[in-house]
């Protein structure tokens, strides 16, 4: 009997110690746009953003906005709060709420691979902290890079790559001159061939495509 309650004890000692956010299960966003449904999921070490984009989806802040701005091999955007409705040729981009998100970067853990949930922002000029939108975000196409581009990179930027960046940015593809400049706050696991449907549109002079592409809603999902 006492080493049963021994026993049990060191059971429950081993599972104080596990670290809570070990045990959180990550949030999953369902995007669905007028070109298909991208499944995201958010990144408990990125809160602030995780929290605030919950608080956005369940507001209905993106049900009906466009994705305004696309750059082939690079990324599409959306979450302009003007965007709604707006006519073929309103200019897009600076609609947003009245606050910020403090930088949360989680680097080299998250970088801007192919695929990666990101938030938009400010340039350095005005917002030296990198704080990021409330409301626009983008998604990473990117392109594929060689290791003499990356390394080049390293070597001219000193930018360092870790083997496992540089292996996704060789085989998957990404924009590796964003990381550390750009909060990434989750990923898509489903739909990358509706983000790809996207970024191949038609664009005008200022990226925004020339048919809109509309976000109908988005909604928290279960696995």
Known sequence: MRRILTMLFVSVFMLSLCPLHAQETET???????MGKIKVKLFNDTP??????????????YDGLLFHRVI???MIQGGDINSKDAPLDAHLGDGDLDYTIPAEFVYPKYFHKRGMLCAARTPDEENPEKASSATQFYIVTGKFFTEME???MTKEKGIKFTPEQKEAYMLEGGTPHLDGNYTVFGEVIQGMKVVDKIQ????????RPTKNIKIKSMKLIEK
Do not use: Y
């Open 200 to 207: 191949f549109v038609e664009t005008n002079a200022e990226d």
């Open 150 to 152: 990356l390394d080049k």
């Open 48 to 61: 602030l953003h995780r929290d605030n984009f919950i608080k956005n989806v369940k507001e209905h802040r």
């Open 28 to 34: 999953l966003v369902l995007i669905d746009t007028d």
């Open 72 to 74: 082939k091999q690079f």
